[in-house]
């Protein structure tokens, strides 16, 4: 036993200080990047590049959909496809796709590490060739076997994007990276239907993941998403501005039109005027959670206990507006700090640790 008693900072525990700047607007800024990617070949012995906004859906059936997709590419987004559609679903998909440059940018295939999800992937890959990036996702990445899967993967598919996670410590990142994964999803117990942290007493908090996670991976040549923790547009700024590459969103694309999940009606009183009104609501879950494990496994095995939450949150409409807003927040947080775009952003950041109190009034605020 050891306690690491260094502080770990959550993005609740910071905030960013301004600096002068010479934007005069929030669309002087650009949000696009282009990123190489290592441990891929285009076949010219080049590696393969990926240009667009790093905002992506996280590969949840509640948020990870094609209908999901089908909106984020209009913003230059990308949409971790959940791994249970099968391969008759992603030909429909392609087949409604008009372009299918889109493809190839903004929709990723989720994996997971047994022998039958690489057979899958192998044949959904063959059906639709323009997919460029995989993810291999599993809870815990800390295993041996997690780590023989990624090279599995990396030799099958040498000119793919491999995205590996999650993870939240420095050498697990650089261990990933050596085993031939491009990009690694760092985070574990920070999202808002995981219980990882309350049923383990496993984590990391998020901030000081992203920023050691990036540190290792950018020593190598590799790339990080932020994956948990992300509650308001201005979390996306902290971490963008710790380093990460990415940042990937679960329950601020959950509930909306486009997102999976029943959509539920209930008859409340409206505490204002007294009536009876119908409001709609849309079910969100953990993917290890009871709901999660009976829809698509049978049930929960035996030895293990639910990691992931259940709950229904207020419908939102279409997702486009909240895209809008988290890129408008974006731009607002780079015109603070100087930043002409998010590539500059982690060069102009200086955290500002904040009092108790401000985080007690921040937390009450993002659990609305």
Request: proline share 2%; aromatic share 6%.
């Amino acid at each position: 036993m050891r306690i690491d008693s260094e502080i770990k900072l959550d993005f609740k525990d910071v905030l960013i200080r301004p600096k002068r700047s010479t934007l005069n607007s929030r669309s002087e800024v650009s949000l696009e990047r282009t990123f190489s990617c290592i441990n891929t070949n285009d076949g010219s012995g080049n590696q393969i590049t990926w240009t667009g906004i790093p905002i992506i859906a996280a590969n949840m059936d509640t948020t990870g959909t094609f209908e999901m997709a089908k909106e984020l590419m209009k913003k230059k987004c990308l949409t971790a496809i959940h791994k249970h559609y099968m391969l008759e679903e992603w030909k429909e998909f392609e087949n409604e796709c008009i372009d299918k440059e889109n493809i190839t940018r903004y929709v990723c295939l989720s994996l997971g590490s047994s022998q039958n999800d690489l057979v899958k992937a192998i044949q959904i890959v063959e059906a639709i060739p323009a997919i460029q990036m995989l993810m291999l996702d599993v809870a815990n990445g800390y295993s041996e076997s997690f780590l023989h899967a990624v090279e599995r993967l990396h030799q099958e598919f040498p000119n793919k994007i491999i995205i590996a996670g999650n993870v939240c410590t420095a050498e697990m990142t650089e261990a990933l990276i050596l085993a031939g994964a491009s990009v690694v999803k760092c985070g574990i117990g920070g999202g808002s239907a995981c219980q990882t942290r309350t049923q383990s007493g496993i984590g990391y908090p998020q901030l000081s993941a992203v920023i050691e996670c990036a540190d290792a991976a950018h020593g190598l040549g590799g790339l990080v998403i932020s994956d948990g923790g992300a509650k308001v547009p201005g979390d996306l700024a902290k971490a963008f501005g710790a380093g990460a590459d990415f940042v990937m969103l679960g329950g601020m694309f959950a509930a909306h039109k486009e997102s999976g999940g029943e959509l539920v009606e209930r008859d409340e009183i409206d505490p204002k005027t007294g009536q009876s009104q119908l409001k709609l609501y849309k079910e969100f879950y953990g993917m290890s959670s009871h709901k999660a494990m009976k829809k698509h496994h049978g049930g929960m095995a035996d030895y293990r206990s639910s990691e992931g939450r259940e709950t229904i949150l207020p419908y939102r409409g279409s997702v486009a507006y909240t895209v809008q807003d988290i890129l408008g927040g974006l731009r607002s947080a780079c015109t603070y700090v100087g930043a002409k775009s998010l590539k500059e952003l982690s060069k102009r950041t200086t955290f500002i640790r904040v009092s108790q109190q401000l985080n007690t009034v921040y937390a009450q605020y993002t659990t609305h």
